[in-house]
């Protein structure tokens, strides 16, 4: 229904910064909820943040203050800005339309570490 790619991952330097992207496909992308999600090793998948149609926010505690979801509905994408990372944060980030998921992406690995 929805085809979601990440990308923007990488290995950072705890106190850095990355954004991630997830292009998406789909006629009606602007009336999406979206999402960001994350799954380290042997953890279970989290929803770290989320954004509405109209521009809504909500994040998770653990990223709230460092990390920023964002929208451009005519590029049909889904950014996360992520500063200050810490490397509880490393995991595989995700994108999904929260209130209707798709099948998981691939995902991309964000791996915090010095």
């Known amino acids: 229904q929805v085809q979601l790619v990440e990308s923007g991952g990488g290995l950072v330097q705890p106190g850095g910064s990355l954004r991630l992207s997830c292009a998406t496909s789909?006629?009606?992308?602007?009336?999406?909820?979206m999402g960001w999600y994350r799954q380290a090793p042997g953890k279970e998948r989290e929803l770290v943040a989320r954004?509405?149609?109209?521009?809504?926010?909500n994040y998770a505690d653990s990223v709230k203050g460092r990390f920023t979801i964002s929208r451009d509905n005519a590029k049909n994408t889904v950014y996360l800005q992520m500063n200050s990372l810490k490397p509880e944060d490393t995991a595989v980030y995700y994108c999904?339309?929260?209130?209707?998921?798709?099948?998981w992406g691939k995902g991309t690995l964000v791996t915090v570490s010095s």
């Open positions: 999904n339309v929260v209130s209707n998921m798709n099948s």
């Open positions: 954004i509405t149609g109209g521009g809504s926010t």
């Open positions: 789909g006629s009606i992308f602007s009336i999406y909820v």
